[in-house]
């Protein structure tokens, strides 16, 4: 088991940053892959950046290469996306996610990801 709690949302000017976090109940070391996860309103949740704990490669949507940047922090057990020049297409509800023993289907899928926190909402205004 693997439980997972976001913190950071907010809202925001766009250009503007926040850096979210997630704490994790089991060692991040231990978890194959982290990632992030976001669902504006009417739309399907998407990955938007992944982490691998064995090596720390990193996958990025194409809509926020250069302008996020995912990372983890071991010791701390905790996850953090810092996102930077936000746009107001960023807006929504943002989930963190674990693999942890199931089955891999590749960076931001969702089906790949087995545990997830509530959410942490971001709005980016105009």
């Known amino acids: 088991q693997v439980q997972l709690v976001e913190s950071g949302g907010g809202s925001v000017q766009a250009e503007g940053s926040l850096r979210l976090s997630c704490a994790a109940s089991?060692?991040?070391?231990?978890?194959?892959?982290m990632g992030w996860f976001r669902q504006a309103p009417g739309k399907e949740r998407e990955g938007v950046a992944s982490?691998?704990?064995?090596?720390?490669?990193?996958y990025y949507a194409d809509s926020v290469k250069g302008r996020f940047t995912i990372s983890q922090d071991n010791a701390k057990n905790t996850l953090y996306l810092q996102m930077n020049s936000l746009k107001p297409e960023d807006t929504g509800m943002y989930y963190c996610?674990?693999?942890?023993?199931?089955?891999?289907?590749?960076?931001?899928?969702?089906?790949?990801?087995?545990?997830w926190g509530q959410g942490t909402q971001v709005t980016v205004s105009s």
């Open positions: 996610a674990a693999q942890y023993g199931g089955r891999w289907y590749g960076p931001g899928q969702l089906r790949s990801y087995n545990y």
């Open positions: 982490i691998y704990a064995l090596g720390g490669g990193t």
């Open positions: 089991r060692y991040t070391r231990s978890i194959y892959s």
